[in-house]
C-alpha cells in the first residue's frame, strides 16, 4: 500500500472485511483506516457488529472471517491473535479480561514480549528484571501505586486504564483497539478516562475507539466511522459526523443521541 | 463368518453398560455441566449392593471411618461398634426387592451427590467440579475394596441366558434383552427430552442457565432429578450387565473412560449417538479381543486397549471445540497461586525447614526414614500436578502413568544397558516428557474438563499397553528391578551403607540424595512461578482469549507446561524404581495418578507449599507413618478419606491446607498489626511477583 501524502500515514486498513455467521452477515465489506498518531473513533448503535469487528481484525474469527487486514501496508489477515500482538495489533476487551491472579505489573510483563526458549531457560536461573516498557507504561499511566497489587483490588476506572495499559506493553504497539472501554463507568469517571485517552494519543500512540456513548467519542477522537447493521455508513470528523443525516437517522432510531 | 459375527454379538453385553454409562454422563452433563468421572463407580457400588442383597439379604452401609477411632487408638479402647450392615445375614432377596433397594440407594445417592457436591460448586470454575468427580470416584472405589473386598463377584441370572440361534451363531438370549433395554432407554431418554416440558427446560437450561431461571424454569430441580436419573441408569444397568461380566471394583468403575469417547462422539449431548457408539465399542473391543487371539499374524500391539483413548482423541480431533460449553456465570476464584516475597525471615524459615527434613532423613529410625523418602518423592510428583494443574489450570488425570514410564525407562537405560546414572536418568525424564507431550497434543485445541478426560484416557492406555503387556519396556507382567544409583562410584541407594545410623533399610543415603533432588525441585518450581513463563502461564490459565490478545502463545505455553510437569514426574518416578527397587505396573496404575491430584489438590494445588504439605500426605509418606506410630492406623482407609476430603477441599475450600494455614496465618498477622495500630498486612509485602 503506498503510504497517503497525509500528515498521519494509515497504520491500519481493512478492506473488503466481512464478517459470517452462518448465513447472517454480522459485518459486511467494511473499508476503514486508522491513521498514526490519531484517535479514530468507529460508533454504531448495539448489535451493529462493532465488538465482531474488532474480534475479526485481531483474528479471533478465523473461520468467518473474509477480506484484508493491512498493517503499516502489510497484508496480515489470517494470522493468529498472539502473533498480531506482537506485530503491534493489540485490544483490550468490553469485559476487561485482566489477569486476576497476578499483580498489575506482572498483566503488563507478560503482554511485554514473546518468549523465547532461550529466556525461559535463563528466568530459572537468574530471573530477568521487568523490562523497561512495562515501567515506562506503569509512568506513563500512574500506575506507580497500584503495580503490585492484584487487579480486583482496583477499581473499575483503574481495572480500565490496567487493560489500556496491557495493551500499550505489547513490544511494538502500532495500534491499539479499544472495544467499548467506557462500559460500566460513571459521567466523571468516563471523563477522566477519555482525558487519559486523548493525552496517550497525543503522546504518539494510535487507536481505534469504539463505543456507543456518542458524548466520548465525539469528544475526544479525531475521525469517525459510524457501522449500522455491519455496514459502514459515514466516516468522517467529529463535526461532520455530529451533522451527518444518515447517522442522526440511525441513532434517532436506537434513541441513543 | 462365525469368527468376526460371534464376538460382535458378545459385545452386545459390554456394549450395553457403555452405552448406558454413556447415556447417564450426558443426563448429568445436560442438566448440570458437570462430567462426573465417578460415575463408573457408581454402577460398581450399587452392583455391589445389589450382589451382597442377593447373596444374604443384608443391606450394606458404606464405610464410614469410625470417627472415634483415633481416641480409641490413642487410648487403646473400643467406644463404639461401628455399623456396617442394616440387618441380619440369612436368606438372598428375590431379584425385585434386592433391585428397587439398589435402585433407591443409587437414586439416593444421585440426589446426596448433587446436594452436597455438584450444587455447592454451580458458579465454581471447570477444574473444581472435575476434581470433585474425580473424589467422587476415588472414594466410592475405595469403599467398594474396602466393603466388598477386591476379589470379583458372581451375580444370578437375570434374563434368560439360553443360547438361541441367530444365523448360524449360538448366543445366549440374555445379550438381546440387554440390547433392548437400552434402545427403549435411549428411545424414553429422547422423548422425555424433546417432548416434555422438563426435557424442554432442561435444554434451555443448559444454554443459558440465568435466561431458564428468568423463564421461570427451575435448574436446581432439573439438575436434582437429573442427577438422580444418571445415578440410577448406572446402577440399573450394572446390575443387570453383572451376569454376564461379573462384578469386579474397576471393571465398570474404569469402563467410564470408554463411555466418554461414545458421550463425546456425542458430542455429550446427543442420546443415539452416545448409545450407539457405546454399543459400537463394546462390539468393537470383543472384535479386536478375537482378532488378536485368532489371527496371530496381526502384530501384537495393544490397539484394542488403545481403543478408548484412541476413541476420544478422534472425538476430540474432529469435534474440536464443539462440545457444547454452558452458559451459566463463573463467578468463583481458581486457587491463588501465591509466591511470597524472599525476605530474609523467608530464607531462614526454609533453611530451617531443610534442616529438619535432614535431621529426619539422617537420625529417625528407619520407618520414619522411610515415610520421609516417600514423602519426598510425593513433594516432587505434586509439583508436577502443581505445574500443570495449578498453575495452566489443565487437569491432567495421568501423573503416575508418566512416572513409571521414566520408572520403567531408568532401569532399562541404567541397570540393563549400564548407562552411568546422570545420563540414564536424563533419557528416563525425557522418555516421561516424550509420553506427557503425546498424549496432551489432541486436547491444544480443547480445555477445562476435556483434557482432564484425555489424559485419564491416556493414562489408562499408557499402563494397559505397556506397562501390562510383554514387549515395549520388556515388562510381561513381571517386576523389574533397578539398582542403586551411584555417581563417581558412590552408592546411594536405599541398602547402600552410610556413616552413620543403624544400617536398617532404607539407609540415609538415598534419603539426602531423594532430599537434594526435592529442595532443586521447590525451588526450580518457585523460579518458574516467578518467571516470564510462569506468569503468562496464570495468564493462560485464567482467560486464554485475553492471553492470545496480549501476545501469549497459548499453546505453546501449554506444551511447555505439560513437558515441565512431565519432566517432574518423570523424576518421581525415577525415584520411586529406586526406592522399591523391584517394582510392576501396580504401583503406577490410574488410581495412583488420581492418588497424585487428590493429594496435590489437597495439600494446595496451585504452590509450592502446597505441593509440600501433599508431600506428608502420600500413602506411606511421613504423615501416615507419624498417624499410624503415635494416633491410629489410617491405612486401609487411605484411600477412601483421600476421595472425601479431596471432595470438601473442592466445595469449601480450593485452596487446600496450605492456603488455608496461609489465611489464617496471614488473619493474626493483622490482628496482631491492628492491635499495634498498624494497617493490615501491605499486599505489597505478599504478592510482589
Redesign the interface.
Known sequence: MASEPSAHDVVLQTRGLSVTFGGLTAVNEVDLDCRAGQLTGLIGPNGAGKTTFIDAV?G?LPNNATGHVELDGTDVFGR???TL??LGL??T?QTL???????V???L???S???RLR??AQ???R??KVPDRVEEVITLLDFEDIA???PR?LSQGQRKMVGVG??LT??DTRVLLLDEPAAGLDKSETEWFGDQLRSLVDGGVSMLLIDHDMGLVLRVCDRIHTLVFGELIASGTPTEIRSNPEVVRAYLGSGEI | MDTIFQPLLFGFGPGAIIAALALGLVVSYRASGVINFGHGAIATYITYVYISLRDDGRYPIPPLPNPFAPIEGIFGIEIIDFPTFIGAPGEGLTFWPALLLSLSTAGLLGIIIHLAVFRPLRYAPTLAKVVASVGIMLMLQAAVVLRFGSRARQSPEIFPAEPVDFFGVRIGQDRFWLLGTVIVTTLVLWGVSRYTRFGVATRAAAENERFATLLGFNADVQAGVSWIVASMLAGLFGILVSPITGATPNFFTLLVVTSLGAALLGSMSSFWIAALAGIGLGMADQLLFRIELDWTWVPDIGIRRALPFLVIAAAMVLRGETMPSRGAVIAERLPDAFAPALTRWRKVLYLAFVTLSLTIVVFAPFEFRSGMQNSMIGVILALSAVIVTGYVGQISLMQMALAGVSAFAVASFGTEAGMPLPLALVLAIAASIAFGLIAALPSLRTRGASLAIITLASGLAIDEIFFQRPGWFGLARTNKSSDAPSLFGIEFGPSSPFVIGDDKIPTPSFGVFVLVMTVLSCIAVMRLRRSRLGQQMLAVRVNERAAAAAGINVAAVKLAAFGLSSAFAGLGGALTAFKLGTYGADSFGIFSSLNVLAFSYLGGIATVGGAVTAGTLFAEGIGIVASNEWIYDVGSYTAYTAGLFLIGTAVYNNEGIDGFQRNQFHGLVNIVRRRRGLGPLDPKATTNG
Open positions: 485481531t479471533f493468529p491473535p498472539h500482538a506482537h493489540t485490544r476487551w479480561e485482566l489477569f486476576d491472579d497476578i499483580t505489573r506482572e498483566n510483563t507478560v503482554a514480549e514473546p518468549l529466556d525461559f528466568d530459572f536461573f530471573p530477568r503490585d497489587r492484584k483490588e496491557r495493551a505489547a513490544p
